[in-house]
């Protein structure tokens, strides 16, 4: 089963790398037409939104607990200050894409061959990733005659990444 979702995962990046490639520079970057909504109702959207998404629950209970230094006490303190140290980097992050991507967006604009070249790396870097996702191919290691001797290393398929073995397909 895995195997079958790798290949179609890698598929779809082809797909999606392929389509960057075809249309390269075709899009053009719009301004949203739709009414404004106030900050405040765009803030509470998001907060909402992470608040409800269990991966993001997942992701703090997983990841901030390794940097809680138990010897220190109060750890309840240390998860809300990494939490909140956490929140405001991601605030002034997301504040300062929000603010440059207006500008950003009208130079692309003005240069259609900016975009067209986006699109192409876009699209190299999924066709590449998706190549990359195929599912490979059990290898075993063949050494090269001169490998024996005193010291010398044993090496698997895992393992092995010095130069004096060639890894062979079976």
């Known amino acids: 089963a895995f195997t079958v979702l790798k290949w179609a995962g890698g598929a779809y990046l082809v797909w999606l790398g392929i389509g960057a490639l075809r249309y390269a520079g075709a899009v053009r970057v719009e301004g949203d037409k739709a009414a404004a909504e106030s900050l405040r109702s765009t803030f509470a959207k998001g907060l909402f939104a992470n608040a409800i998404n269990p991966k993001i629950v997942i992701f703090f209970l997983s990841f901030l607990p390794q940097f809680v230094d138990v010897s220190r006490g109060q750890t309840a303190w240390q998860l809300g200050l990494l939490g ?34 986006l699109d192409r790396m876009a699209g190299t870097v ?10 490979q191919v059990d290898q075993k290691i063949a050494h ?27």
């Open 84 to 117: 909140v140290l956490f929140t405001a980097q991601a605030a002034i992050l997301f504040g300062l894409l929000g603010y440059f991507s207006g500008s950003i967006g009208a130079w692309i604009n003005r240069k259609p061959q900016v975009g067209k070249w």
């Open 126 to 135: 999924f066709v590449a990733l998706g190549v990359r996702m195929r599912p």
């Open 144 to 170: 090269i005659p001169w490998h024996s001797g005193v010291g010398a290393m044993q090496c698997n398929a895992m393992q092995c990444t010095a130069l004096h073995c060639t890894a062979l397909a079976v």
